[in-house]
């Protein structure tokens, strides 16, 4: 269990309880300047180098074959792991510990951010802004071809490749148009909604305060599943991860 407490967290670690402290802790006490290093440009004079000095040994770390060198039991790097898997890719690498990393520092320090009323309020706010400003918006409809759109100076597609290639395709350049065709796109995960009548009846009452819940196995088995999808496949025992609200 991840706690918003380090040291409660820790607590529940067992053995591997002071390793958890070892390797989290200097990040959690610098949590204001790791976001600001991690969520800026990586290509920049760091404004703290003993923050990232130390977020930079970790990912070294936790990021190839030497991730398992601290720990002695299974809960401890399984709960690394399945932030890491957040990135939805091999592990271990250096992308996978520099996600897990900063959202575990996060989770310990402040908290995951989410807007009060869920995801929806900022999407909300958004639209209500283009009326606001005399936009119009119109769904329901879809755009097979930019010549159904009237004029405008800018348009702006949130689409995939494919799809950009298709809707724009007299528009673009012919080398440009063959890229997007060829365009390989990553993994992805697969979300389903659930409607229920009462709460989920875990038998670790702890659960029932927890915002996400991952379900997985150890370490390993996290590895071979996300190995799975980078490969392809669906893998026999996949890794999931729920919120409930």
Do not use: C
Request: glycine letters at 10%; hydrophobic letters at 45%; zero cysteines.
């Amino acid at each position: 269990l991840a706690w918003l407490d380090l040291e409660r967290t820790v607590e529940g670690l067992g053995i591997d309880g002071p390793a958890w402290r070892a390797l989290m802790g200097p990040l959690v006490e610098r949590a204001h300047q790791v976001a600001q290093f991690a969520g800026s440009n990586v290509l920049q004079v760091p404004r703290h180098p003993l923050a990232v000095v130390h977020l930079g040994l970790r990912i070294l770390e936790q990021g190839t074959p030497l991730w398992n060198l601290r720990f002695r039991g299974d809960e401890a790097p399984a709960l690394m792991t399945g932030v890491n898997a957040h990135s939805i890719l091999r592990m271990p690498s250096l992308s996978t510990a520099a996600v897990g990393l900063v959202l575990a520092t996060h989770g310990h320090a402040r908290g995951w951010p989410i807007p009060v009323g869920g995801s929806q309020t900022i999407i909300t706010a958004m639209a209500d802004d283009v009326i606001a400003h005399g936009g119009e918006i119109v769904t329901g409809t879809e755009i097979t071809s930019l010549d159904e759109l009237p004029p405008a100076r800018a348009i702006l597609l949130d689409t995939s490749a494919r799809a950009l290639s298709r809707i724009a395709r007299r528009r673009l350049p012919d080398r440009y148009r063959r890229r997007l065709e060829r365009f390989s796109y990553g993994n992805a995960v697969a979300k389903v909604d659930y409607a229920l009548s009462d709460p989920v009846p875990w038998t670790n009452a702890d659960l029932r305060l927890a915002g996400t819940v991952h379900i997985g196995g150890p370490r390993a088995e996290l590895q071979e599943s996300e190995a799975d999808v980078a490969a392809g496949r669906h893998p026999r025992s996949p890794y999931v991860f729920g919120r409930a609200t």
